[in-house]
């Protein structure tokens, strides 16, 4: 093993066997909860400053504290064939190992008007709706979160190998 590979496999297994914290980006209205959050550079230009505007910000916000869980959030904006569009996909992550879950909240809005501003909008409605999906749907954070437990004992079982 090379000694960069050392490291890692040490960073990951402190990450995977070491003490975890107990469970842990704005809301749409003022609350005591603040969802932690991975952003790409085109969803972070969307949106800027602006809050998030979601049903359900609460129940989600409470929901990924609990489990010490963040979002990571990806998309893209633009103008095509005289349309505006925008698409993002949320996917859960586990704030002490950083596994993500493979599955995702994809959402995808297209406007008519061509415009960078709007196909910028279509990306923002496109994130709340990605994050409204997470927040009234139980049973798919379910699965997600389970998609993250099934990859850290599996990780944990290839570290445990001599």
Known sequence: MTGRSAVLG???ALALFGPS?????????????????TRDDRVAAAMGERPYAFAGYDTLCRFLKERGLSVDLAGDSGVLSGRSYGWVYVRLVD???????????????LNAEASTPKAEEAMRQALNGAMATLASNPQFRAQLVE????????????LAKP
């Open 95 to 109: 704030r002490t190992t950083r596994i993500a879950s493979y599955g995702s909240s994809f959402t995808t809005v």
């Open 21 to 37: 914290a107990p469970a842990a980006a704005r809301p749409e209205a003022p609350a005591a909860c603040s969802i932690n959050e």
């Open 147 to 158: 998609q993250i437990a099934t990859e850290t004992a599996r990780l944990r079982r290839v």
């Open 10 to 12: 040490a960073v990951l």
